[in-house]
């Protein structure tokens, strides 16, 4: 049974710094792996989609890596602003096109 | 082209009623999912569902929860005799048709359920 985790589970830095986010998986056979962001009481975002034949996707001040051998993903947040404050949610599909997600990392950015 | 739809966004039942939670795919998606947010916990997979076929309810609770995808209208997400165990957010997803590759979901804004 896939399982997903991500560390740390809340995260407060001040702004302009740089951050990483990280997730790990317990079975690598996984198609794709998807960051979302979550602002509270709303819907998710899509953030970035790596397919398992690749290593990383870049969008913006967002760069997500994945190593499938090692069950791992990250989240890099380049120059963090206040408005990237969010929950950030890793999910991962395995057949079917079934989403298996972690519980988040809540994240705050400090002005 | 208008987002995943979900309605309502926030439902108050008390126990013993029951739910029912509408969502309307993205135009020209075919596949809707359903996910649940326990307070404090991650998103949860249900069910999955083309139209007029359940693919895969693993994630469905064996009783009082039931989801259907006709051919016209919303898909929808059934609770009956709702328990406060039930209160949570429900996300529904959709996807296009797939041609033999894993599509993105796009999610709706969700309902937040609450059983008094």
């Known amino acids: 049974k896939q399982e997903v985790t991500q560390i740390p589970a809340a995260l407060s830095v001040p702004e302009g710094e740089n951050l990483v986010l990280n997730c790990s998986f317990t079975d690598s056979a996984i198609y794709n792996l998807q960051w979302f962001r979550q602002d509270p009481g709303k819907g998710l975002t899509s953030l970035l989609l790596?397919?398992?034949?690749?290593r990383e996707q870049t969008s913006g001040r967002l760069n997500a890596s994945l190593d499938k051998s090692s069950g791992r993903s990250t989240l890099y947040i380049a120059a963090s602003q206040p408005g990237d404050s969010a929950t950030y949610l890793c999910a991962v599909v395995q057949g079917a096109q079934k989403l298996v997600f972690g519980q988040g990392t809540r994240l705050t950015i400090n002005p | 082209n208008a987002g995943v739809m979900q309605n309502p966004r926030h439902l108050v039942r008390r126990r013993g009623q029951e739910a029912r939670l509408r969502c309307s795919p993205m135009k020209g998606h075919s596949h809707v999912y359903w996910y649940r947010q326990l307070p404090e916990e991650g998103l949860k997979f249900m069910v999955y569902l083309q139209k007029e076929n359940i693919i895969d309810e693993s994630g469905m609770p064996k009783e009082r929860f039931s989801a259907e995808f006709p051919k016209e209208g919303p898909s929808i997400l059934r609770i009956q005799q709702v328990v406060r165990g039930d209160s949570a957010a429900y996300f529904c997803?959709?996807?296009?048709?797939?041609?033999?590759?894993?599509?993105?979901?796009?999610f709706g804004p969700g309902t937040r359920l609450l059983v008094l």
């Open positions: 790596i397919q398992s034949s690749q």
């Open positions: 997803a959709s996807s296009p048709p797939t041609s033999g590759r894993i599509e993105t979901q796009y």
